[in-house]
């Protein structure tokens, strides 16, 4: 019996999955079976980044599109809050302990980031960053980052993706003043050779999706995953707390630039330094990439996409959060409903839950699509012909050959290097 797993990478891992040590108790009593709502918002997520990448995400003012105020930033947002959540599961929705557990979980999870991450640098190699910045060397850092994170029980861990989410993004601005700015490239396995140091620079703090800046999204899909996700009450506090936090951030965010004077002093800050009015506009409306400039600190005050600022974080982690709990109240509806209920729910489910058990795979093929000859549709209609082939293939391939090929690769690495560890 399988369900959702790692994020991008393992959907088909084993919910049920427990310590080998039997040390650990996990924190829910949810009971075995797949999580169909939690493969749904993986595919949400996975369409929401096929969108930003092929739809254009600002305007010629610099403002953004519907599909910028939509998906950019939470899709990447959602991707990093299911990857927690996936750990979860791999780690049988229990903080982890015991030597030969805490090997295992270490070598699994480090495995699995090593095939993600050359798989990530080779796209970098192949793949335009105008085109698609690509983010599976940033997520295959934050695997290992995660390493710590599984031995923390579950209060420590929420309260430890709210004290980072708040810290973090200070710690950043400190230190990127004193780094140069990104490369404005995908990274990629040439980086290895030629700028070690720049490489993990970038997948660190400066790039698209930087690793330290994504950390609170882990830590808090982590502690969501061991909670009791086929709840009702659960999923339907997890989709209005959410959407709160979301619209929190959001007004806080206007009230500290609009009333607090913020957006006067990052104008003159920008101004100073000799920021392009036009970028200066573009960053304050569609988000900076990846990271927020460094003139002011007032520049955390700011809520748009890819600015990894507090507010921003807490945004975005409200808006996953809610999806997911819109998806899983659709589960409930589903269990609880009669026939035509559970037809109605499978219709808009089943499509979505089969691309996200295969989201790796699609999205390395959407990244290559991109950057190819073969993609020479209009915008809207190249997207919409992607997401039409992936919803079409996910479901015939899920129902033929089960896990996708190349999430097959990440588990069986992981789970090779977990008996290994652990001896």
Do not use: C, K
Request: net charge neutral; proline share 7%; charged share 10%.
């Amino acid at each position: 019996m399988s369900a959702t797993a790692t994020g991008i990478v393992d959907p088909e891992a084993p919910t049920t999955r427990l310590p080998v040590d039997g040390t650990a108790t996990p924190d829910t009593a949810d009971p075995p079976g797949r999580l169909p709502g939690v493969d749904a918002a993986r595919g949400v997520a996975l369409l929401g980044m096929m969108a930003v990448h092929a739809l254009f995400v600002v305007d010629d003012r610099g403002a953004p599109t519907a599909v910028g105020v939509i998906a950019s930033g939470n899709a990447a947002a959602l991707f990093a809050v299911l990857a927690g959540v996936g750990i979860a599961f791999l780690t049988g929705r229990a903080r982890v302990s015991g030597a030969v557990a805490v090997r295992r979980a270490a070598g699994g999870l480090v495995a699995r980031a090593a095939v993600i991450g050359l798989l990530g640098l080779a796209l970098g190699l192949a793949v335009d960053a105008e085109v698609a910045a690509v983010i599976l060397p940033f997520y295959a850092v934050l695997f290992v980052l995660a390493v710590p994170l599984v031995l923390l029980p579950t209060r420590v861990l929420a309260g430890g993706a709210v004290a980072a989410a708040a810290g973090l993004p200070f710690l950043s601005h400190l230190v990127r003043a004193h780094l140069p700015l990104a490369r404005g490239e995908n990274p990629s396995l040439t980086w290895i050779g030629t700028d070690p140091v720049g490489l993990v620079r970038e997948l660190l703090l400066t790039g698209t999706y930087p690793a330290l800046s994504f950390l609170p999204y882990v830590a808090a899909g982590l502690a969501l995953g061991r909670a009791p996700l086929r709840s009702p009450r659960w999923a339907a506090a997890l989709a209005a707390g959410g959407a709160a936090l979301a619209a929190a951030a959001t007004g806080l965010s206007a009230l500290l630039l609009g009333p607090g004077g913020g957006l006067a002093r990052i104008t003159a800050a920008s101004t100073a330094t000799g920021l392009d009015p036009a970028t200066l506009q573009e960053y304050l409306t569609a988000g900076p990439d990846g990271t927020a400039p460094t003139s002011t600190w007032w520049w955390l005050a700011v809520a748009t996409p890819h600015s990894a600022t507090p507010l921003d974080l807490a945004r975005t982690t409200g808006i996953a959060l809610a999806v997911i709990g819109v998806l899983l109240l659709l589960d409930g509806s589903a269990r609880r409903g009669g026939p035509v209920v559970r037809a109605a729910v499978a219709a808009v489910r089943a499509p979505l839950a089969a691309a996200g058990a295969m989201t790796l795979t699609f999205y390395t093929l959407h990244v290559l699509f991109l950057d190819s000859p073969l993609d020479t549709d209009a915008p809207v209609t190249g997207w919409v012909v992607q997401v039409v082939l992936v919803l079409l293939l996910g479901l015939g391939w899920r129902a033929s050959a089960g896990r996708g090929p190349l999430e097959s690769l990440v588990s069986a690495a992981g789970t090779r290097a977990g008996r290994w560890a652990g001896g």
